[in-house]
């Protein structure tokens, strides 16, 4: 299901470079336009508005400087989430200005560095046509990334230890040799020491199985790339606004669907009611997100959306009239040979890393078994893999990538990898189930990351390197880079650099 989407709770944290793409056109940031004459001095602005953390004042700058077809009171929500969350925020570096984007480190209230930047227009008036909040290594390079190591057993180590994650497993595949390090204990405070073929959450991770079974359906002739909700899913009540969405628009969270990051038990309870089958859960919970109001129009605007995927897994059922768990079993690990890969909960071994978070008194074993999972199977809730099947997974992409058929025919594959832009400013790309990102110094690559919300999972695929790497640690938490993606970047250093 969702990884940490974003930095904070509003997150789309998919390619473990979290970033908050706010999509609205403003202006003057609580100030009047007369006393904002630079780009600089709206960056400025927008901070001051953050920290002041007033709902008022923000509802009144929303309506006088930010008209779009995003609800005020979603803008409002979402700023006053980030305010709370992280502020007060400092500037921590020099402004940097161009005549497209300014742009500044920024620090949180918990020492987080960050990178703010506002994509900007001057024309008729200075305006901002959208914000991006990422860690500050997304855009200072990742000179800090060790590629001091001997092996990925060492490697998993070193990580573990700077995470104070129990456990960590890595994998990689290059040129088709798999290799595999793990390290530390199952669970904290026990001796159990985590083993090459255990299996880990793999959270959002998931969105991109379930992309590749509408591939598979697509191919099938069972579906298209633009089947509509109301073709996908008949007789069933929706509000008018999603008939016309299509299953593209919904793998690169294009289709105005709510984002759903989570729900408290009391909320899943309403949904599921008395449903207690996985198939059963699911759709209960389709129709309560039919029932809502779209967040945005078709194609509108990028919304990480974990219902999103939820439909999709219920489209897939609708298709073939078997459950989603079962297609993911005989659809995608069976013929991969994933041996080490389980779907839903009831079938985990007890012997297996416990995903662990922690709070004022520690770190603790969490379990975070239940309806959600069924809910949100499509979102990749209740997925365990061992990080060598992920690794082979990532493997069968990037055959596709490279123009080899399998599992499904390459043009398929290069269609669930075309990516759109997330936001302005064309830095950022998703596509169907997978981002598509780039960092200073090394190979642009497709990945995504996951969480259950007590591990962190990161897979990476670089089509030019012949390269997949996996990373995963059985703790939750908003370090950044995470575990996984330290894991991906420090093998990167080695096997996919650029000059």
């Known amino acids: 299901m969702v990884s940490r989407m974003m930095i904070y709770q509003m997150k789309s944290f998919r390619l473990g470079v979290a970033v908050f ?18 780009p600089t001095e709206l960056l400025k602005s927008m901070i001051d508005v953050l920290n002041a953390h007033n709902e008022e004042r923000m509802k009144n700058f929303v309506e006088k400087w930010a008209p779009t077809s995003v609800p005020v009171s979603q803008r409002v929500k979402r700023w006053m ?21 300014v742009e500044a480190i920024v620090v949180d209230r918990m020492g987080t560095r960050l990178a703010f930047r506002l994509h900007f227009k001057t024309a008729p008036s200075l305006a901002i ?71 880990w959450s793999v959270g959002s991770i998931g969105k991109s199985i379930c992309s ?71 759709a209960a919970y389709i129709r309560d997100i039919l029932r809502r109001t779209p967040i945005a129009a078709p194609n509108e605007r990028f919304a990480y959306s974990n219902a999103g995927y939820a439909l999709l897994s219920s489209i897939a059922e609708q298709a073939t ?12 690990f069976k013929p991969l040979g994933l041996k080490n890969s389980i779907m839903g909960h009831e079938n985990l ?49 990037l055959n596709g990538l490279r123009g080899k058929d399998g599992l499904l025919k390459a043009s398929t594959i290069k269609e669930l990898h075309r990516g759109i832009p997330e936001g302005p400013g064309g830095e950022r790309f998703y596509a169907c189930g997978w981002g598509i990102d780039s960092l200073k110094g090394i190979e642009t690559y497709h990945g995504h990351n996951g969480s259950n919300g007590t591990m962190r999972a990161q897979i990476a695929i670089f089509p030019k390197s012949n390269l997949v790497v996996v990373g995963i640690v059985n703790r939750g938490g908003e370090q950044e880079p995470a575990p996984g993606l330290e894991a991906v970047l420090a093998i990167a250093k080695k096997y996919a650099t650029v000059r």
């Open 21 to 38: 793409v706010l999509g609205m056109s403003v202006s003057a940031m609580g100030q009047s336009q007369t006393e904002i004459n630079t």
């Open 81 to 101: 989430d980030l305010s709370e969350q992280g502020g007060p925020f400092k500037i921590d570096s020099p402004v940097k200005e161009t005549d497209k984007v």
């Open 129 to 199: 046509e959208g914000i991006q909040i990422m860690p500050s290594f997304a855009v200072e390079g990742i000179g800090a990334t060790s590629t001091d190591w001997k092996n990925l057993d060492d490697l998993a180590e070193t990580l573990r230890k700077k995470s104070h994650s129990p456990a960590m497993g890595i994998a990689m595949i290059r040129n088709g040799d798999l290799k595999i390090g793990v390290a530390g204990v199952r669970t904290v405070g026990q001796k159990g020491s985590v083993q090459p073929a255990d299996v």
């Open 212 to 282: 590749t079974i509408i591939g598979m359906l697509v191919e099938k002739k069972k579906l298209s790339w633009n089947e509509t909700l109301r073709s996908a899913l008949p007789g069933i009540p929706m509000n008018k606004a999603y008939e016309k969405v299509t299953l593209a628009e919904i793998m690169r969270h294009r289709g105005g669907i709510p984002e759903d990051p989570g729900f408290r038990r009391k909320e899943v309870q309403r949904i599921v009611g008395s449903a207690n089958s996985p198939k059963a859960i699911r």
């Open 321 to 332: 009239g078997l459950p989603y768990e079962t297609l993911v079993r005989n659809w995608i």
């Open 349 to 397: 071994p007890s012997a297996r890393p416990n995903g662990h978070m922690e709070d004022s008194s520690g770190l603790h074993p969490v379990d975070q078994t239940g309806p959600l999972e069924s809910m949100f199977a499509g979102a990749g809730g209740g997925i365990s893999m061992s990080v060598g099947d992920l690794a082979k997974f990532g493997q069968m992409h």
